[in-house]
């Protein structure tokens, strides 16, 4: 029994017989992806958590200011009091 060879023992080689290379179609269609709704809104959680890490813990632009206005003594009138005591009271859910 003999076995004769039927094609090119190395099969990229029709390839390279070719001589032609192929390019896109210019006309071809762009690739486009889509977000579902849960990703963008996963997204833009992120986007929150690396914004709050980011920032400092103590704003201490608003430590100044607060320090300058409590070193006025015409600052603590009876209005601020109240205002205070207010929010104190809507913070810690107090109803009076």
Excluded: C, H, W
């Amino acid at each position: 029994m003999t076995i004769e060879r039927v094609g090119p023992l190395d099969p990229i080689q029709n390839l390279k017989k070719s001589g032609k290379s192929r390019r896109p179609d210019n006309n071809s269609v762009t690739d486009s992806i889509s977000l579902s709704p849960e990703a963008k809104s996963k997204s833009e959680i992120y986007n929150a958590i690396e914004i709050a890490r980011s920032t400092p813990d103590i704003r201490l632009d608003r430590v100044e200011e607060v320090k300058r206005k409590l070193q006025d003594p015409n600052y603590i009138t009876k209005k601020v009091v109240d205002e205070l005591a207010d929010r104190l009271m809507e913070l810690f859910d107090i109803s009076g």
